[in-house]
Nanobody, 122 residues
């Protein structure tokens, strides 16, 4: 079955960096776009960044542009989120997603990882 397993979260001081990883299994990873989302208590989950199947196209929410980088290694079935210059407002649970739609195409069921906590504070 499809599994998405995130890792790399933790606590970091403002200005610090973290790299999240999401290892995928149970499907042909290299043909699917992937995405990172985040959620804080009481708020809806929001898209942080997405990446096409080949990695040639990436998109970011405005608040993380220039600080976060999404990438993937199709040989390792892994998608990454490098987070630099972290701010307290980046504190959230971060989720990996295999989106059901990307670029106007339908890619079937929606899959999410279990999430990893990122806390940015002194």
């Amino acid at each position: 079955q499809v599994q998405l397993v995130e890792s790399g979260g933790g606590k970091v001081q403002p200005g610090g960096s973290l790299r999240l990883s999401c290892v995928a299994s149970g499907f042909p990873f290299s043909i699917y776009a992937m995405a990172w989302y985040r959620q804080t208590p009481g708020k809806e989950r929001e898209l942080v960044a997405s990446i096409s199947s080949t990695g040639s196209n990436t998109d970011y929410r405005d608040s993380v542009k220039g600080r976060f980088t999404i990438s993937r290694d199709n040989a390792k079935n892994t998608v990454y989120l490098q987070m630099n210059s972290l701010k307290p407002t980046d504190t959230a649970v971060y989720y990996c997603r295999r989106p059901p739609e990307y670029g106007g195409r339908d890619y079937g069921p929606d899959y999410w990882g279990q999430g990893t906590q990122v806390t940015v504070s002194e």
